[in-house]
C-alpha cells in the first residue's frame, strides 16, 4: 500500500491500429481492504467468493486528458487460478467514481468493490489501448 506508479496512455486509430502516447497516468495504492457484503451494504454475496474493496487515487500527470474505465478491465490472479474478470457493480455511487475522464493536473481518490476467488494474488487494470501492454498497472493483495 501506499505505493505509486504511472503508465503511459495512449488511443488507437479508427481502425484500432497504429498506437500512439498521448497522456500519462498515475495511480496510488491508497489500501486494500476484504469487506463482508454487509460492510458495503448489499444482500448480494460474491460470487468469486471474497470482496476485495480497492481505494486508489488516480492523477493525470501529462499534456493530455486521459480516460479511465474499471468496468471489466480488472483481473485476478494469483498462483493457483488464471486471470479472471473481477469487476462488479457493488459500491457503484458511494463515494468519488474513478471512472472518468481526467484533463491533465486532475485527481480522484476512489474506490472499486471487486469479486475475487480468495485473499491474496494480484489485480491488474487491463484497460489500455496499447497492443504491447499486459496491464497499466498491478496491484499485490495482502493475503489477509
Known amino acids: 500500500m501506499g505505493q505509486t506508479g504511472t503508465w503511459p496512455y495512449g488511443e488507437t486509430d479508427d481502425t484500432g491500429e497504429n498506437y500512439q502516447v498521448t497522456s500519462k497516468m ?3 495504492v ?3 481492504t476484504y469487506v463482508t457484503p454487509a460492510e458495503i451494504d448489499t444482500t448480494n454475496k460474491p460470487e468469486q467468493g471474497q470482496f476485495v474493496k480497492l481505494t486508489l487515487t488516480l ?3 501529462g499534456d ?3 480516460k479511465f474505465a474499471a468496468y471489466g478491465m480488472m483481473k485476478w490472479e494469483d498462483d493457483q487460478t488464471a486471470a479472471q474478470d ?3 457493480l ?3 455511487g458511494d463515494g468519488p467514481d ?3 475522464t481526467y484533463k491533465p493536473g486532475q485527481a480522484v481518490t476512489g474506490s472499486l468493490v471487486l469479486d475475487i476467488a480468495r485473499k491474496g494474488g494480484t489485480v491488474s487494470y487491463v484497460g489500455m489501448d496499447d497492443p504491447s501492454a499486459d496491464a497499466a498497472f498491478v496491484v ?3 493475503k489477509s
Open 26 to 28: 498515475q495511480v496510488k
Open 140 to 142: 499485490k493483495l495482502p
Open 64 to 66: 493530455a486528458p486521459a
Open 90 to 92: 457493488e459500491g457503484v
Open 86 to 88: 473481477a469487476t462488479t
Open 59 to 61: 492523477k493525470n500527470v
Open 30 to 32: 491508497v489500501s486494500a
Open 98 to 100: 474513478l471512472d472518468t
